[in-house]
């Protein structure tokens, strides 16, 4: 019976006890958490170790690139080596159809008395026939497509027309009511350049300003520097900062090992 400590908690029923299995705590390491590459097989081989030499069996290829046609082909049962046998064979084939009678007309087939015309005079007999369909396509212009020319008036061509006049419009330009303000003022016109018939002056025209190639980089400027944060040139006040919580499962390291 193990004799309970002082020190040791006292929750109800539970008692300390150790643990059944590993406790992730209990180590400071990664663990199987990160699996080294095999020593075995082709794919993801330790490139550190030694890689014995590796072969592999040939992919088989298909049949059909075989020069030989093989057994795929059948060869009928009478073909021989020296050709076909002379056995005789004999095939069912369908009764044939017996041929017809020949059907002579009988007496009543004729009608001796539609051989009247053909032997007899007889009136000329018309019958109405539909409109051919050639009609459709001649495109004979009718009378009234045809106009003939006028007898009144001064545009007659068979007759003599007598002399006619007619009244025109007033016209504007020159006249009394003329509205001077459509003519056309100064601006209208274009003015010849004096160059064409003239000796032409130089010409100079402004051209953007050429600046000197320099260095585009952005530089700090004096508010860009912190001197008060300088620690290297004179002394440091001490910092402190707070540290990590350790598991107290953790072992310490041990730098002297007993041999």
């Known amino acids: 019976m193990r004799v309970m400590s002082s020190t040791e908690p006292w929750v109800g029923t539970w008692r300390p006890h150790k643990p059944r299995g ?123 497509s045809y106009s003939l020319p006028p007898v009144l008036g001064d545009k007659t061509v068979a007759t003599s027309a007598a002399p006619t006049f007619s009244f025109c419009g007033r016209s504007k330009n020159g006249s009394f009511h003329e509205d001077l303000k459509k003519t056309p003022g100064p601006a209208a016109y274009k003015v010849v350049d004096p160059c064409i018939y003239n000796k032409k002056p130089p010409q100079f025209s402004m051209t953007g300003r050429n600046f000197p190639p320099s260095e585009t980089t952005k530089k700090p400027g004096p508010g860009a520097h912190c001197p008060e944060q300088v620690t290297f040139t004179r002394a440091k006040a001490p910092s402190f900062s707070f540290g990590l919580r350790h598991s107290e499962f953790i072992a310490p390291l041990i730098i002297d090992v007993p041999e």
């Open 22 to 144: 590993p406790i992730a705590a209990l180590y400071g390491s990664p663990g199987p958490k990160y699996a080294l590459p095999g020593l075995t097989g082709v794919s993801q081989h330790d490139p550190t170790k030694y890689k014995a030499p590796m072969f592999s069996f040939g992919a088989r290829h298909d049949r059909k690139l075989e020069s030989s046609p093989g057994p795929s082909y059948l060869i009928p049962s009478n073909i021989t080596k020296v050709g076909r046998d002379g056995t005789p064979a004999f095939s069912l084939h369908s009764r044939p159809k017996e041929p017809q009678l020949f059907q002579a007309p009988g007496p009543g087939k004729y009608s001796p008395e539609h051989s009247v015309k053909a032997i007899f005079r007889s009136a000329p007999a018309y019958s109405l026939s539909g409109r051919g369909k050639d009609i459709n396509t001649i495109q004979t212009p009718g009378p009234a």
